[in-house]
């Protein structure tokens, strides 16, 4: 009989004050036989709740069924049949939204360990080579190009393969992930496990390029004239700007730029790298989500003295995983609600001296349901700083709308799609950042699979 009542284990952590030193993974991986008891505690619902939750739709109580029998193959490949990169979700999912959100033993025993237990059997599976990629369908001589080598294109890329399709991923920069490996640092989702997924999609037989700047290396309809179908899943790396005075002054990043500069070009290694970073003493932060804790929990590694993220509304409107939000505490970055910042102040030679803000009440609710700010009039007050980094949200880059005039976007820079899920270009599909302009690494995924399955039809019809 399984154990509901048995305290959920939520894992264990590396100590706070020896991870801010360094880029080690802070989550450590469940003990098979944490990873038992943990499996034991689940009551196999027959309605699922957390597999209704699950974007992707993982058969979550059959893969931890197979746990509890020990299998951890039979698990990863359960979880394999809808997702394609279960040692990356297992880490890095909102899983508090989706499924652990809606287990059953949420609110009376704290929810199923449904992400740890997922990281378990992935990771158990790839140490044991019972970790199986899908084996193709025969080939169909159809060929596919796929934009973009983050989640969103390797999912879609993995399932049309899965198919019997020839699929190629052109990447625009030297190496393969979007932002799993240029915004997640390595803390949170290590750069094996990154390689590790990505090896088992080249080994279904899908084709990576890197260097590939499409709109500029080769252009969408180019592609169109060699290739049956064209998906493109190019995310939104593009930096919104705060539009505030002094953002151009020398101290301010992009999150974008300051997570490239230490994920993707390990620039916390320099000088044994090319690229520096530096960020004195002081760092503020400017936002609430994800980027915000990641530039913020990598801020704190380079050992300034303070570390704090200034958020315009209060904790509970905060976007970021909860998870991220705890660990950034628990390794001392410090936490400003409610503030609006109104200016970067600098030196008479342009160098980043603090930040003005206003604080703020929370007014009525937005069209999302959280509660807005608003300005206490004269509440002004600064805090000093040598470094100030923007983490204020994403857009599309526009190399591939200006590129391709027939394709439609919105006002936001995103690919429109109509009611059926098609873009204005017929065979061209787009998924993924590219048309939500932010959202999470299962969202991505689940684009890339329905647009796969819209691309199956097409290619039958041709
Ligand atoms: P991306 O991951 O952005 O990949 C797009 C790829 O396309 C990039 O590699 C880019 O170089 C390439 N590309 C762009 N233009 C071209 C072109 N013209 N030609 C060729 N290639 C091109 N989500 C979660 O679920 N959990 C998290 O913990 C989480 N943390 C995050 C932390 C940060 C710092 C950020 C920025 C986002 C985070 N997210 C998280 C969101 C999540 O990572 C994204 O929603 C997801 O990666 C989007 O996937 P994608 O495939 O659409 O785009
Ligand atoms: Fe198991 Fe919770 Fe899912 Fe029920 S809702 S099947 S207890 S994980």
Sequence with gaps: MPNPSRPRNNGTQQDPAVRRTNFEEVAQSFTKEEAMLEADRCLHCPTHPCQNACPVGVHIPDFIAQLKAGDAGA????????????????????????????CVLKAKFGSVNIGGLERYAADTARAEGALKPPVPAAATGKKVICIGSGPSSLACAAELRRAGHEVTVLEALHAYGGVLRYGIPSFRLPREVINKEIETVQSMGVTFKTDVLVGATVTVEELLKKYDAVYIGSGAGL???????????????????????????????????????????????????????????????????????????????????????????????????????????????????????????????????????????????????DTVITAIGQRPNPTIAKTTPQLKVTERGVIALDENGHTSMPGVYAGGDIIRGGATVLLAMKDGLDAAGKINEFLKGK
């Design 239 to 385: 930096p919104t700007m705060l539009g505030i005075p002094g953002e151009n002054g020398v101290g301010v990043y992009s999150a974008n730029e300051f997570l490239t500069r230490v994920n993707l070009m390990q620039a916390y290694k320099f000088p044994q790298t090319d690229t520096p970073i530096k960020v004195g003493e002081n760092v503020i932060v400017l936002g609430g989500g994800n980027s915000a804790m990641d530039a913020a929990r990598c801020a704190m590694r380079l050992q300034p003295q303070t570390v704090t993220i200034a958020y315009r509304r209060s904790r509970e409107e905060m976007p970021a995983r909860v998870a991220e939000v705890e660990h950034a505490q628990e390794e001392g970055v410090q936490f400003e609600y409610l503030v609006t910042p109104k200016e970067i102040l600098q030196d008479e030679k342009g160098r980043v001296t603090g930040v003005r803000f206003t604080r703020n009440k929370l007014g009525a609710p937005d069209e999302k349901g959280r509660r807005r700010p608003v300005e206490i009039p004269g509440s002004d007050f600064v805090q000093p700083a």
């Design 75 to 102: 698990a990863a490949s359960e979880i394999m049949k809808t997702s394609l990169l279960p040692a990356i979700c297992g880490r890095v999912c909102p899983q508090e939204k989706h499924c652990e959100g809606h």
